[in-house]
């Protein structure tokens, strides 16, 4: 791992005293790159990224809770660490591009005859099929249903569902265990009526404890060093399917981790030392479900109800439509004073607030007490989400700046 972090420490060290913007551009190419594997579980994409972060940290001076920043935890998860193969009309298809194997599947290696299972309005296919008593324990179905009917056809008993969809995604939510069947998900362009066989053969593994790891530092406040205002974002993202599909997760989250690390250069110079001490958390396993943020509430370095306020990026790399601010309608009174901050300044075209959502690591904190916003930025500029195409040519950070300039007015005028 040394040996890889250095010619990145070198270039970062070269920009220090750069605008904020061309380092948070090195941080996102960095965190994107192939060699830190989707910052997820195969190769320790993850491990390479803690420490990358971790080695900005120390770079700027913060300080530890422990003898290091990181605090590790243990999680199920399975993965894909070998090649995937998948044959269908005649030709090997792009893994990551073309399809995605969903991350609960188990290991398949064979030829598998297709059963077609297509939308029908003048009657129950589904039900037929059922009814029909066929034993499809050695076939595939193949089916235009939504993803929300998988249940009911997993009562089918087949060996696996390729489930067809416009635009390709792919999550690691469900990875926490194995299924008894492999699912799918198959381009629908690629669709063709008359082919009845499909080739598959790729391996999972299946780790029950694997060990990741938050990284936290923190500033010491200057009035009120008791006190505490956190920073956050999660570093994780879908790491690889195989050895040939990595998904960058350029804005989901580097984007976040890059801003988080500038708030951590900038609130380290002695001029703009906070009034109260100021963490900076980044946290791992968001993308499995909350797991590092769910962790930290349940074993927090400092007392849950010393701090004054939470806020969390992920997702802030576009900003031509302002922002959301999840919880906005919960914290009136805090949203009210980040709203007033940006029609002061017109920094950016909207402030716009939505309620509670379990849907970022805000949530462990705020389901604990603790006052926080999640934000995200909005705008049709940053289109690719949880594919190999959210890349940094993807994320033009629109309104960067000026987004910086809010939250650390906001923070300030605690």
Not at 21 to 43: A, C, E, P, W
Not at 88 to 116: D, I
Not at 209 to 235: D, M, W
């Amino acid at each position: 791992m040394k040996r890889f972090l250095t010619p990145f420490l070198f270039i970062l060290s070269a920009i220090l005293n750069a605008q904020d913007l061309n380092y948070v551009k090195i941080v996102i190419d960095t965190l994107t790159s192939q060699g830190m594997h989707g910052r997820g579980y195969v190769n320790d994409g993850d491990k390479i990224a803690s420490e990358f972060i971790a080695a900005e940290f120390q770079k700027a001076g913060l300080e530890s809770f422990n003898i290091n920043y990181f605090q590790s935890f243990g999680m199920p998860i399975n993965t894909f660490p070998d090649s995937i193969h998948v044959f269908y009309a005649g030709r090997e298809l792009a893994p990551g591009k073309e399809f995605v194997v969903a991350s609960n599947s188990p290991a398949v290696q064979g030829k598998f005859t297709l059963v077609k299972l297509m939308q029908d309005s003048t009657r129950n296919v589904l039900d037929d099929l059922k009814k029909s008593g066929a034993n499809l324990s050695d076939k595939v179905v193949i089916t235009d249903f939504g993803k929300k009917d998988l249940k009911q056809i997993s009562e089918l008993n087949a060996a696996g569902y390729i489930f067809l969809t416009d635009k390709i995604s792919w999550h690691v939510s469900n990875g926490f265990e194995v299924q008894n069947y492999f699912t799918i998900d198959l381009l629908r362009e690629l669709y063709v009526d008359t082919v009845t066989q499909m080739i598959l053969d790729f391996q999972n593994k299946f780790i029950k404890n694997y060990r990741t790891r938050n990284v936290i530092g923190y500033i010491k406040g200057r009035k009120h060093p008791e006190k505490y205002f956190i920073f956050s974002a999660h570093y994780d993202h879908l790491g690889q399917m195989g050895q040939r599909a990595y998904f960058p997760g350029a804005n989901d989250n580097a984007s976040g981790t890059a801003m988080l690390l500038d708030l951590v250069k900038f609130y380290s110079k002695p001029e703009n030392q906070p009034e109260m001490s100021m963490v900076f958390m980044a946290f791992s396993a968001e993308e499995a479900g909350l797991l590092g943020s769910s962790y930290y509430v349940m074993h927090p370095l400092f007392p849950l109800d010393k701090i004054e306020f939470l806020v969390n990026l992920d997702m802030v790399g576009s900003g031509s439509e302002g922002i959301k601010v999840v919880n906005g309608t919960v914290f009136e009174k805090d949203f009210k004073k980040l709203q007033k901050i940006n029609d002061k300044n017109n920094y950016l075209s909207k402030v716009s607030k939505r309620g509670e959502a379990a849907n970022s690591d805000h949530y462990p904190f705020y389901y604990k007490g603790v006052p926080s916003f999640f934000i995200y930025t909005l705008g049709p500029e940053c289109k690719e989400y949880h594919n190999v195409y959210d890349t940094p040519a993807n994320v033009p950070f629109t309104k960067y700046n000026d987004l910086f300039k809010l939250i650390t007015n906001f923070a300030n005028d605690f």
